[in-house]
């Protein structure tokens, strides 16, 4: 009787042999699964724990860059509701011109614009591809939020030195009122 049960079933009839394979690769992929030897079960348990404290490290990675995304895309959405709420109505045909990095740019204003933008009561900022008026309170929440988006505040003094002189016309004093 050294046959195995499975061999005498096979003998009998009571099991067809597909399914009599079938039943052994099960078997194969579970003792394969379970790990053979306790020596590398210890290393395969220790290549598991690596493996998976890499993909956390990963995933926490990656949640903390999706994190910071949504967070500036809130900010983005939050700047621009500040100044769509807030922005002054431009109905001038008066030319105004500043500066966006070393580009000239000109707004169309008021003359009763004129003058809130020269003391810094009006800040012009970027909104898209286009630029708006905005009171200091507005523009200073836009600050907070985005700063690299307020393009012109004379208050504040954008074009500059540290002592409030531009640099290499120390002897000369421009007009608040100047129209290029």
């Known amino acids: ?33 379970a790990g053979g030897s306790a020596g590398t079960t210890d290393e395969a348990k220790a290549r598991q724990q690596r493996a998976a404290a890499e993909k956390a490290e990963r995933d926490r990675k990656l949640a903390a860059e999706r994190n910071a995304r949504a967070r500036e895309r809130e900010l983005q959405a ?40 020269a003391s810094g009561a009006l800040i012009v ?15 200073e929440r836009v600050r907070e939020r985005a700063p690299e988006l307020i393009v012109l505040d004379h208050a504040a003094g954008g074009d500059t030195g540290d002592d409030g002189v531009i640099e290499g016309y120390e002897g000369y004093e421009i007009p608040d009122d100047l129209t290029w």
């Open 1 to 33: 009787m050294s046959t195995s049960l499975q061999d005498q079933l096979l003998k009998a009839g009571l099991v067809k042999k597909a399914k009599a394979q079938q039943v052994a690769h099960q078997k194969s992929k579970r003792r394969k699964r």
């Open 78 to 117: 939050q700047v621009r509701q500040i100044i769509e709420a807030n922005r002054v109505e431009r109905t001038g045909d008066v030319p105004y011109a500043f500066t966006d990095g070393r580009v000239v740019r000109k707004l169309r204003i008021d003359e009763t614009h004129r003058r809130p933008l």
């Open 125 to 139: 900022v970027r909104l898209g591809s286009g630029y708006e008026l905005l009171p200091r309170a507005a523009a």
